[in-house]
C-alpha cells in the first residue's frame, strides 16, 4: 500500500484496512510513503508528480515480500507504468472500485481539476460506458476537507446531483 495521505490520516486508513484484512485474508498491511508530492492531490500536475514518486518509489523497494500492491490515491498515480514492471499485481483506489461497482456509477470527489483524469481512467478500465458522471463538490478542496461536517454536506449535495441528473445509478 503506498498512501499519499497525511501521517494521521494514513494511520486511520491503514488501521481501518488492517481490521478488514487480517481476519479475512491473514495479511499484514504495510504501508510505504512516496518521498515527495502533496498529501492531497488536485490537479492533473499534482498527479504526475505523484506518478513519478510512485515510480521513484518502486524503483528502490525490494517488492518480494508483497503479495500485492494499492495505490492509494484515486488518481491511481504511477499505476500503469508500474505494472510494467516485474512484481506483485498492482492496483488503485480508483480502478479497484470501478472494478466493484455493480451496474452503472458515478464518482464524487472533492477535486473538480482531476473529471478529465477520472474519466479517462474509467475509459482505460473498460467502464466507460457504465460511468454517468463525475460530480464535484464546490470551493477549495483543502478548506472543504479540513471540515468534517461541510465534507459530509458537500459530498452529500453532490450524490444527489449525481442521481438527479443521472437516474437511477
Known sequence: FFFQAEDGI????VTGVQTCALPIWACWVVTMAVAHGKALIT???ELATAARAVAEL?????LSRFSGILI?????PGMQEARTRSGPPITGLAEAAMNE??????VVTTTPALARPIKASAALYGHDTRLAGVFTTPG??????????????????????ALAQSGEI
Open 72 to 76: 492509494a490515491a484515486f488518481g491511481d
Open 43 to 45: 490537479n492533473e500536475f
Open 10 to 13: 494514513r494511520d486511520k486508513l
Open 101 to 106: 461497482a455493480p451496474g452503472r456509477f458515478a
Open 58 to 62: 518502486l524503483e528502490r523497494s525490494d
Open 140 to 161: 477549495e478542496p483543502a478548506v472543504l476537507m479540513a471540515s468534517p461536517e461541510a465534507l459530509l454536506d458537500a459530498m452529500i449535495d453532490a450524490s444527489r446531483r
